[in-house]
């Protein structure tokens, strides 16, 4: 069975802000969902709107099996969300919070509290279970937030970022627990900045660019569209870019290519061998050559093509290449 | 059932929060004490001359009451306004509770802590050397009202923070009791009062409050006195629970 489906659904805020234009969606269960986009695409209000907090302008969702406009109390009990703000209330400390939020489940008291203490030690908050979470660092808020979204047990998890803004070592448990939960059949949505954590993560991914899903599918499938290896040159000038793109364009085994400025990226099926023909090519063209390197296509690279920028996020600038 | 019990789960966390916040409620608590003692203390002895009460302790009582529990009352709306701020709020609409649960809570907090203070402010109202005519069982009443008028006087806060977001608005709505509080029999009797007036209080549901509670304090069991008041609250109840259901759907709907 399907655990998320939509169908065209749309989210206008007004005449401009398209913020969600028409996405289709059908995540099968048990998988981890990746739904990639920079600042503004649409991916809050994506889940907002799958987990009932936002009434769509059209279109239709279906999570765990029931639409989200017709029964969303009962998708409410089914679902577990972190939100990408941490929506926490920092005169409670971290057990008082996780137990509230178990009954308000209505998982039974003593349920409630053993679950509340086993899920504390999972996340690595034992130690502070009893201090109030004003104390808390922004990491263990966001542990205590995920710990929030799975004290009901539920089978499908919305994560908004989890993981922005996290240290290395608190982001690598947090995909842990994603990997161990889903190995016992929970399906995740998890929106992301992160290609790296997209590419470790998920079983299929999504790239939203303003409002409208522009690719989709597994990360290897996508990678692979656009040929297994890239050779990035960097060119005298945007004007000799824009010289040798026809030639390039039309050079042997090249799948596609991307121009940014005074570098232009080929994508193929074998780097290796195309390096010493296409440098003797720009040559015998009089393209001179600053730099070139040999990598293999990666989600950035998948990105730049389907949205035509990098993706750029909040924390560290420029997406990496 | 459910509804009852998470309102009341909420509600203990809104006094754990007020037992680990207590400036709020200090100052709740301190400036209805405040005028009271400052009143009696100016105009006590010429009560009796000026507008013939001669308990003028006990006729003050109930307007101590009133001012405490409103002021308890801004409670609910100031924190819910904090709760949407920090987005637990958002985090409460997406369990699977009653969501009525989720106002209930805090209002009836206000409602068990205006039940403390009107214990408190009639215990120095006594210890002043106020009467009260009737005894142990009317003290009951009176503290309850007081308890049952934050929970009805909450509703305006919260159905101001629903609709706005806002602390500053829900805050505004808390100053909207004040003019009505002096248009009522607050330092005098309405016989006393010029015709302009008269009419105005007769208007203001305070005015009945006022007087229901009076009655208890120095009238006695005056029961068209008690019905009035009793039918004023629960009017207002009716006015305040409609706004805050209605601006809960509001926000719960997700535009
Ligand atoms: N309540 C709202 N009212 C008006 N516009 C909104 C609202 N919420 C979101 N938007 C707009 O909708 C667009 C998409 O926002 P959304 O939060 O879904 O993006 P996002 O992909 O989650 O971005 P980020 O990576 O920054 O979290 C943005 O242009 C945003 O300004
Ligand atoms: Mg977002």
């Known amino acids: 069975m399907a655990a998320i489906v939509a169908r065209a659904l749309v989210k206008h805020f007004s005449q401009e802000i398209k913020a969600v234009d028409g996405i289709d969606l059908d995540i099968p269960e048990g998988q981890v969902f990746g739904f990639l986009g920079q600042n503004g695409s649409g991916k809050t209000t994506t889940v907002r709107m799958l987990t009932t907090l936002l009434k769509p302008t059209s279109g239709s969702a279906e999570v765990g099996g029931v639409d989200v406009l017709a029964h969303p109390e009962r998708i409410r009990r089914s679902v577990g969300v972190a939100m990408q703000e941490v929506g926490l209330d920092e005169v409670q400390t971290g057990r008082e919070l996780l137990t509230l939020q178990a009954r308000l489940f209505d998982v039974p008291g003593p349920v409630a509290r053993t679950r509340a203490g086993n899920l504390l030690d999972v996340v690595g908050l034992a130690g502070d279970a009893d201090r109030p979470l004003k104390g808390y660092s922004g990491g263990m808020k966001r542990r205590l937030d995920l710990a929030c979204a799975l004290i009901h047990e539920p089978r499908i998890v919305f994560l908004d970022e989890p993981t922005t803004g996290l240290d290395p070592i ?76 026809p030639l390039l364009r039309r050079f042997e085994g090249v799948d596609s290519l991307q121009v940014q400025g005074a570098q232009v990226i080929l994508y193929l099926k074998n780097g290796a061998a195309a390096v010493a023909p296409l440098v003797l090519a720009l040559a015998e063209a009089n393209v001179k050559v600053e730099d070139l390197r040999l990598r293999q296509a990666t989600l950035d690279d998948v990105f730049l093509r389907a949205t035509g920028h990098h993706l750029e996020t909040g924390d560290q600038g420029q997406g990496r290449l | 059932m459910r509804f009852l019990r998470d309102t009341i789960l909420l509600m203990n966390r809104a006094l754990r929060e007020a037992i680990r916040q207590p400036a709020n409620e200090i100052g709740n608590a301190f400036i209805p004490l405040f005028f ?48 949407i701020q920090s987005g637990y709020f958002e985090k409460l609409l997406l369990t699977s509770t009653p969501r009525l649960a989720i106002v209930g809570g805090r209002m009836l907090a206000d409602g068990v802590k205006s039940v403390i203070l009107c214990t408190l402010i009639v215990a120095m109202a006594l210890a002043f050397g106020s009467g009260f005519e009737t005894g142990p069982v009317g003290m009951v009443a009176l503290v309850l009202s007081g308890g049952v008028f934050a929970l009805c006087y909450s509703g ?79 009017g207002m109840g009716v006015v305040t629970w409609t706004m805050t259901a209605m601006a809960l759907r509001g926000r719960a709907a997700g535009g």
């Open chain 2, 156 to 234: 305006i806060g919260v159905a101001i923070a629903l609709k706005t977001g806002s602390p500053q608005a829900a805050q505004a709505g808390f100053l909207l009791f004040f003019p009505l509080l002096f248009l009522a029999p607050t330092f005098a009797p309405l016989d006393v009062f010029a015709t302009w007036l008269e009419v105005i209080a007769r208007a203001n549901p305070v005015t009945y409050i006022l007087e229901g509670m009076r009655a208890l304090v120095t009238g006695g069991w005056q029961w068209g006195s008690l019905l009035k008041g009793s039918a004023a609250i629960l």
């Open chain 1, 170 to 245: 608190t982001r690598e448990a947090m995909w842990r627990y994603v990997e161990d939960l889903n190995k016992g059949g929970v399906t995740f949505f998890l929106t992301t900045q992160y290609l790296e954590e997209a590419d470790r993560l998920c079983d299929d991914i999504a790239i939203m660019d303003r409002g409208q899903i522009v690719a989709k599918g597994s990360p290897e499938a996508l990678k692979s569209s656009i040929g297994t290896d890239a050779i990035t040159l960097g060119l005298g000038s945007a004007e000799d870019a824009g010289l040798a793109e």
């Open chain 2, 36 to 83: 009271y003692a400052v009143t009696v203390g100016a105009v006590g002895d010429v009560a009796r001359e000026a507008f013939g009460v001669s308990d003028y302790k006990g006729f003050q009582l109930p307007v101590a009451i009133l001012q405490g529990a409103a002021g308890v009352a801004g409670g609910a709306g100031l924190a819910m306004t904090l709760d």
